[in-house]
């Protein structure tokens, strides 16, 4: 129940960060209203890759954090 509840919330967390009109989105907006949404895909397909690859790597980070903090507490 409590991987579920942190899944729910990094998949809140993530949706929140990319709502923000970064430089990715914009580009995204820009190629779909000039060209068209088929020219926008590689894009998108690109920047969800990217996306996916800095999950792992924050959740490699908190397993790395989480196992020292626990190794201190003791």
Known sequence: ??????????????????????????????TTI?????A???IILA???GEIVLSFIALHCSV???ENIQKNRT
Request: hydrophobic share 60%; no cysteine; glycine share 12%.
């Open 40 to 42: 926008a895909i590689p």
């Open 1 to 30: 129940m409590e991987l579920l509840l942190f899944f729910i919330s990094g998949l809140l967390a993530s949706f929140v960060g990319g709502v923000v009109p970064g430089a990715v989105n914009l580009n995204v907006v820009y």
């Open 64 to 66: 790395f954090v989480e």
């Open 34 to 38: 000039n060209k068209s949404a088929k």
């Open 47 to 49: 920047a969800g890759i």
